[in-house]
């Protein structure tokens, strides 16, 4: 995903780019569209670029185990620099260099790397996910009352039939 930064003029302007996640090299997880909103400013020194990432992405729920799709907006800030400057004044590693006919800026590996870092260790569908029911596997979202019913009970027919077995056993 390339931004043109060919006859760009000095100040702020504001750029869209949009690919698919293929063109970021990531995997399946992500799909839909990939949006870089970029606030870019230029000066005689330097290119910063402000970018908000957009990118939907599906996950498994860790509790009820439920596929969920959300969209992921990490932010990312660059600084590219005309080559010239390099050494002395900008020591940093996170300053990129730019050549003085470089006409683009591929964002691509800067992306990837925001929205891998944005995949969260621990994915829940909503924080009020219910869960599992621990016997019986059930998914308790749902369960209107969010308490599952599984457990046996005394009026279930089936134990009462057991109990009226187990006492024919006795009584012989
Ligand atoms: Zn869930
Ligand atoms: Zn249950």
């Not at 300053?95 to 929205?115: C, T």
């Amino acid at each position: 995903m390339k931004l043109n930064i060919s006859n760009l003029p000095e100040g702020v302007t504001q750029h869209e780019l949009t690919g698919i996640p293929s063109d970021l090299g990531l995997e399946e997880q992500f799909f839909d569209t990939v949006a870089l909103h970029v606030t870019l400013e230029k000066n005689i020194r330097q290119l910063v670029l402000s970018v908000v990432i957009e990118a939907k992405a599906r996950f498994r729920c860790d509790r009820c185990l439920e596929e969920f799709e959300t969209t992921l907006r990490p932010e990312l800030r660059l600084v590219y620099v005309w080559n010239e400057l390099k050494t002395a004044e900008f020591p940093e590693e996170d300053v990129h260099f730019l050549k003085h006919d470089d006409n683009s800026i591929d964002l691509s590996g800067d992306a990837k790397e925001y929205l891998k870092l944005a995949l969260p260790l621990k994915a829940v569908c909503r924080e009020e996910c219910a869960g599992l029911c621990a016997s019986c596997g059930r998914n308790l979202n749902a369960v209107p009352s969010g308490v599952c019913d599984c457990g046996p009970k005394e009026s279930d027919p089936r134990w009462n039939k057991l109990g009226d077995f187990m006492e024919t056993l006795i009584k012989n």
